[in-house]
């Protein structure tokens, strides 16, 4: 009788489990139900239209003196907006630090083909025409938010004489023999180089999908690794505040400065300058490595210190050379443009990077 029981139970603990794990499964399938990384058909997702970066000048006050004001709008669920409303300029649109008082997280859904915006601030934001007319408390208009679209102004740069060019959709000789490319000309995330590097000023371009239903780590998400140890985070963090595992950051070890992110499914740079640690002839650590980088062109880490290697590289053994990673993390990431010159390298010491 007693066998009879404790079988019984037993069986009772492995339908719930087995259940459990089918509830997370298939949560995982709803999370991730919806993925692009092609525009045309994003446009298809309820929403998509509204995702973006919106800029003009308000009367905040209500005294009648208009000041620079901007709005990045994301895609969070079917017709689900959040928002980041900033009383200032756009994220790397100046050499200001952005406070904390300055960005107020607004949300709303979007409902037969309009949208309204409300949240932190004293002002809702009406969709218009193709722009957020900002209203106050009273009904009145402070100003509208007019729809831009930029670009990194080192989107496209060309290698230096010296350089090795690693990718320019030509070929994957440079990298491992599981590099893959799609049809058109892209690097797949997951790429690995075939030989190994010290020093050197990396350029990559990259286009992160379009992950809706999905939110934190769980957007698009790739990462520099720098020797297969320093990762530089790739990730969709359009429209957040800057974050210590969010889009530019040394993951888990140094928040950007500033989070000029792009939406997802446009083409983004990363210009990083690495100084590979340094060993004395027993093998001892003598310097470690440092990183400075500039996301879209603006600076983002620093010239950074680092005891060790981030995230999962900190695992591995520092050496003074060591393959290049572009990691396969969570969702389609493509890649274009990757370049490298080696050999010590001398930041630009300058908060926006021209080509």
Do not use: C
Not at 234 to 252: A, C, E, Q, R, T
């Amino acid at each position: 009788m007693y066998i009879h029981i404790i079988m019984k139970i037993s069986w009772i603990k492995l339908t719930l489990f087995f259940l459990v794990v089918s509830l997370f499964l298939l949560a995982g399938l709803i999370v991730n139900s919806d993925v692009f990384i092609d525009r045309e058909a994003a446009k298809t997702f309820p929403g998509f239209e509204f995702q973006g970066e919106y800029t003009g000048q308000l009367d905040l006050n209500g005294d009648g003196v208009k000041q620079d004001a901007s709005l990045q709008a994301a895609i969070y669920g079917e017709n689900r907006i959040r928002g980041l409303f900033i009383t200032d300029r756009l994220p790397g649109d100046t050499e200001r630090t952005i406070r904390g008082d300055q960005m107020h997280t607004v949300r709303g859904n979007a409902l037969g083909g309009g949208l309204m915006l409300s949240g932190a601030y004293p002002l809702r934001f009406i969709y218009d025409s193709g722009r957020f007319n900002a209203i106050d408390e009273e009904g009145n208009s402070r100003g509208y938010l007019e729809r831009t679209v930029r670009e990194s102004p080192t989107m496209g740069m060309r290698p230096p004489q010296d350089a090795v060019v690693l990718f320019d959709g030509s070929s994957l000789d440079h990298w491992d023999e599981n590099t893959r490319m799609t049809d058109d000309g892209l690097l797949i995330q997951g790429a690995r180089t075939a030989s190994d590097y010290g020093d050197i000023h990396l350029h990559v371009e990259a286009k992160l999908g379009f992950m809706p239903n999905s939110a934190s780590q769980g957007r698009s998400n790739s990462g520099i690794y720098i020797q297969n140890r320093y990762e530089l985070q790739i990730i969709d963090s359009f429209g957040l505040v800057p974050h210590i595992s969010g889009n530019g950051s040394l993951y888990n070890e140094s928040a950007p400065r500033v989070n000029k992110s792009l939406p997802p499914l446009t083409w983004q740079t990363y210009d990083v300058y690495f100084r590979a640690p340094r060993f004395n002839e027993a093998g001892n650590k003598t310097e470690n490595a440092r990183i400075t980088a500039y996301l879209n062109g603006i600076l983002v880490q620093d010239d950074v210190e680092l005891e060790r290697g981030t995230g999962a590289g900190g695992q591995r053994e520092e050496v003074a050379k060591a393959e290049l990673y572009l990691q396969d993390h969570t969702g389609p990431v493509r890649f274009r443009n990757v370049w490298l010159v080696e050999g010590e390298v001398t930041p630009p010491g300058t908060t926006f990077l021209e080509p």
